[in-house]
Structures are given as structure tokens and as C-alpha cells.
């Protein structure tokens, strides 16, 4: 049984993919699949052998860190398998950097991808790759982009990691909001900024940070230093106006579908077919107004596996996942997302109402795994409202990234980061 411990990760950036833009350094970089074939890409750091335990980890490494990054994905398409891969730095914006690629990298960054397993026994079949990225010299962001048929503007899908150094230390901790209003449903992230030893010219606006609840993507403003002091290379950030503060949002939903033998965590029925399985999730209902539940979950993540055999690389199934939520007309759109499809809202997340049965539903083909997920509205401006309210009880994970352009550099590095815990 895959440990339910918290570990998460988000980005604050909204992304206009631009695939014709890859040679510009103003188009902006982001996680995404460009074939229907390609599924259940995974990214994550290890020290050993890759397991479904090691999936919950964000790709973020220490510079000096022994441990590798594993990419992997399946293609349902059987006829494909001449993957390679690039890796390209980027600044804190996620736009192309300009440093060359001998300055990041000590090997030749074109790497094919010779390891690949056959699904075994699976009604769906499928093509499971895998390869460990190459170091990098040098702190910032990443782009690992895979390719096919050695045409690199054919490309299948890109994905972010990072890669952080520790000349900044970064003291943080979550508290309730200050504001009345705000005191049960937000938490304020609270910080401040060390760089003793490390030259910074002007740190009001030399650095740039960025901060990150769980894996939602969200637009929250920059957070301006309240007092800096030189002598001791310190930075403090206070806030007074609610700057700092976040939505806590609720504990996510889960479900268990790493067995099609048996029902297992918020599994309602089983459909045998000839071809592929169904699975039912219980009748779910908005959770807004409702007292705070204390449930674990992996704060939006999922993790591969098969319950029978532990060989979720190549025993997990597709299946079909029917979500299902009780709940009125709305006028605005209703989504189901989590990190399985990177919180998008699109034709395939978003629920239909079903007037028959008088509830919302969509279905989607995942791998056999254990998954969070939550329901979500996009209002006007892109505004995400969480249709299981806020509680100043949940359990969040927030990151803050602390991003400098020495003196004479080129391109961005990541100079501080720091995870941490809302209790």
C-alpha cells in the first residue's frame, strides 16, 4: 500500500504554449503532450530503483545532489518507438534562456531513448519508456523535451524540472490570515531572505521570487521586500495588506484504481468489457459550507502501480474512470483536474450534465494508480473557484524559489528554495 505522506508541487505562471516558438526565447515553456498516444508522463527525482513511492516527488534537484531525474511515459501507439530528448535552460519566466548548451551540459544534449517495455497482460496495449536525464551544471530552469523520428520539431511532449543551489537561505513558515474575514479559510506564508556570503548588487530588485501552493497553477502578485539589511545580508518580508496570504483550499478527493479485481478506495462498481475496464467512483457532492475533514492525500499528485503484481510500468491497465458529481445546473463550466492532466481545463476535463440523472459527468482513460483530484469553476479572467471551499485547516505544501542574474550572467539561476509545510 503506497504511503499517503505530502508532497506537492505548483507553479505560478499562466502558459501560452506557442509550438512554433521553441527557437524563440519569448515563448514560454510549459508541461504538455502533443499526441493522444502519449500518456501518464511522470517526472521525478530517485536515489535507487524507481518505485510508485518515488512519484509523488516534484523534479527538483540540488546541485549536488547524487540523486538522478527518471522521465516516463507509454505510447498506445505500438509503431512508434525513435524517441530522443533535449534538455533547454530557461529563465524564471519559463522563456528559452541564452546560454548555450555546452555551458548547462557535459554530454551531447540529444539522447535516445533505448529502454522500453511491452504491456504485459493488459487489455490496452502499450509501449512503456523510460530513460534517467542527464546532469546538469549549472542552477535554473529545465525544459526536457522528447521528440521522434530524429526531426526535432516533432515533438510529443515537453516537461519542467528545476535545479536549485543554496546560496540563498530561506526561513519560512504558514499562519492563519491576520485579516478577520480571511481567518478561517486562508493561510499567510510568512519569510525572509539570507544571502550571507553571495554578492547581490541591489536585493529589492535583483532577485525574483516565486511561490507555489501544491501543483495549481496561479497568479498572485510579487512579493516586495519590507526591509533589507546590507550589513547582514538580510532580507525580511512582511505584509500587512494580505499579500502573502493563499486560499487554503480543502483535502483533496481519492480514489484506487490500481486493481479492476476488486473494488478498492471510493471504487463503486467494475465493468468487464471485452476490451477495455470501466470503473464507477461513488456520487460525489460539493463540499463548500461544509466542516473541515482531516483526510491524507497527496495534494493533487498520483502514483502508478498494480495492486496483483506491483508492476505498474507494464501490468497497469487503461482504464475508463467515470466521475460523477451531485450537484445543480451552473451556468459556468464544472472540471475535474488534479496533476494526472496538469489542472487543465479543457473538452476532456470538463463535466456534462446529465438531466436524466440530474448530476455532472465526464470520463477519462487513466492508468491503473492511485489519484487525487478535485472539481473545480473557471470564472471570467480565468479565475479558478474550488467547489470543495477553503479551510485555514488544510494541509498545503508550499515551495518558494528565489531566482538571480549574477553580474554578467546570461540567464536566470536558482539561487534559493525551500518546501515547506502548512502545519
Not at 27 to 54: C, D, H, M, R
Not at 155 to 164: A, D
Not at 259 to 273: D, F
Request: charged fraction near 15%; aromatic fraction near 14%; glycine fraction near 4%.
Amino acid at each position: 500500500m503506497i504511503s499517503l505522506h505530502k508532497i506537492a508541487l505548483a507553479y505560478v505562471c499562466c502558459s501560452v504554449w506557442v509550438l512554433t516558438g521553441w527557437g524563440q526565447t519569448n515563448a514560454v515553456w510549459e508541461n504538455k503532450t502533443f499526441l493522444p498516444s502519449i500518456k501518464t508522463v511522470l517526472l521525478y527525482p530517485y536515489n535507487g530503483t524507481p518505485n510508485a513511492q518515488a512519484m509523488l516527488n516534484p523534479p527538483i534537484l540540488q546541485i549536488q545532489e547524487s540523486a538522478v531525474l527518471h522521465l516516463a511515459f507509454d505510447c498506445l501507439d505500438l509503431s512508434q518507438q525513435g524517441f530522443r530528448i533535449k534538455i533547454y535552460h530557461c529563465n524564471a519566466d519559463w522563456t528559452r534562456s541564452d546560454l548555450n548548451e555546452i555551458e548547462y551540459l557535459s554530454e551531447y544534449n540529444d539522447v535516445p531513448i533505448y529502454d522500453y517495455q511491452n504491456a504485459f497482460a493488459t487489455k490496452i496495449p502499450y509501449h512503456h519508456f523510460s530513460i534517467d536525464l542527464p546532469k546538469v551544471k549549472m542552477s535554473g530552469n529545465y525544459v526536457v523535451v522528447v521528440y521522434r523520428n530524429r526531426n526535432e520539431q516533432d515533438i510529443v511532449l515537453s516537461q519542467r524540472f528545476m535545479v536549485f543551489q543554496s546560496s540563498v537561505a530561506i526561513a519560512a513558515n504558514v499562519r492563519f490570515a491576520n485579516q478577520t474575514q480571511q481567518r478561517n479559510t486562508h493561510q499567510a506564508l510568512q519569510f525572509s531572505l539570507s544571502y550571507t556570503g553571495y554578492e547581490i548588487l541591489d536585493p529589492k530588485t535583483d532577485l525574483q521570487l516565486v511561490v507555489r501552493q501544491n501543483f495549481q497553477t496561479m497568479n498572485h502578485p510579487p512579493l516586495q521586500p519590507f526591509m533589507i539589511d546590507n550589513f547582514n545580508q538580510k532580507i525580511s518580508y512582511q505584509f500587512f495588506n494580505g499579500e502573502n496570504v493563499f486560499a487554503g483550499g480543502n483535502e483533496y478527493r481519492l480514489f484506487d484504481a490500481r486493481s479492476t479485481q476488486q473494488k478498492l478506495v471510493n471504487i463503486a462498481g467494475l465493468h468487464q468489457e471485452d476490451r477495455e475496464t470501466a470503473l464507477d467512483l461513488y456520487l460525489d457532492a460539493p463540499q463548500e459550507g461544509l466542516p473541515y475533514v482531516d483526510t491524507k492525500d497527496f495534494d493533487g499528485m498520483y502514483a502508478i502501480d498494480h495492486y496483483e503484481t506491483n508492476q505498474g510500468n507494464t501490468n497497469a491497465d487503461y482504464v475508463q474512470v467515470h466521475f460523477r458529481l451531485k450537484t445543480e445546473p451552473s451556468e459556468t463550466p464544472i472540471y475535474v483536474v488534479g496533476a494526472f492532466n496538469q489542472w487543465q481545463c479543457n473538452s476532456q476535463s470538463q463535466l456534462q450534465y446529465n438531466e436524466l440523472k440530474h448530476w455532472y459527468e465526464c470520463t477519462l482513460q487513466l492508468k491503473q494508480g492511485i489519484y487525487n483530484y478535485q472539481y473545480i469553476t473557471e470564472m471570467v479572467g480565468k479565475k479558478r473557484i474550488n467547489l470543495d471551499g477553503n479551510h485555514a485547516q488544510t494541509q498545503n505544501t508550499y515551495e518558494i524559489f528565489v531566482y538571480h542574474r549574477p553580474v554578467g550572467g546570461r540567464a536566470d539561476a536558482l539561487v534559493g528554495y525551500v518546501r515547506i509545510n502548512s502545519r
